[in-house]
């Protein structure tokens, strides 16, 4: 069993830059791979960035190439997203995920289905 609580989300002017971060609890942090998703209002949970269990290997969806960075710190059991220049096309839930065992590259990272623990998620609205 995992537990993941993220946090860093609120309320922001477009712009600015934020870190989300999730901190992980239960099974061993450091073997497995993590994800970002986000879901805004009326649309579908979409992947946002994933990073390899040691994080030499990242992954970005094209939409946020550039803009987010993706990064962990094992010792700490804790992923973060850094968002930089934030547009209101930007607000919506941001989600962390925990890797299943098997879901290795960018073709199993950016479905759900490669994910088998999620975290509440962390509301980021961002206004123009």
């Known amino acids: 069993q995992v537990q993941l609580v993220e946090s860093g989300g609120g309320w922001v002017q477009a712009g600015v830059s934020l870190i989300l971060s999730c901190q992980a609890s239960g099974r061993t942090f450091s073997r497995y791979a993590m994800g970002w998703f986000r879901q805004a209002p009326g649309k579908e949970r979409e992947f946002v960035a994933a990073i390899t269990w040691n994080g030499p290997s990242t992954y970005y969806a094209d939409s946020v190439k550039g803009r987010f960075t993706i990064s962990r710190d094992n010792a700490k059991n804790t992923v973060y997203l850094q968002i930089n220049s934030l547009t209101p096309e930007d607000t919506a839930v941001y989600y962390c995920?925990?890797?299943?065992?098997?879901?290795?590259?960018?073709?199993?990272?950016?479905?759900?289905?490669?994910?088998?623990?999620w975290g509440q998620g962390t509301q980021v609205t961002v206004s123009s």
């Open positions: 995920a925990h890797a299943r065992d098997y879901c290795v590259g960018l073709g199993c990272y950016v479905g759900t289905q490669g994910y088998d623990y």
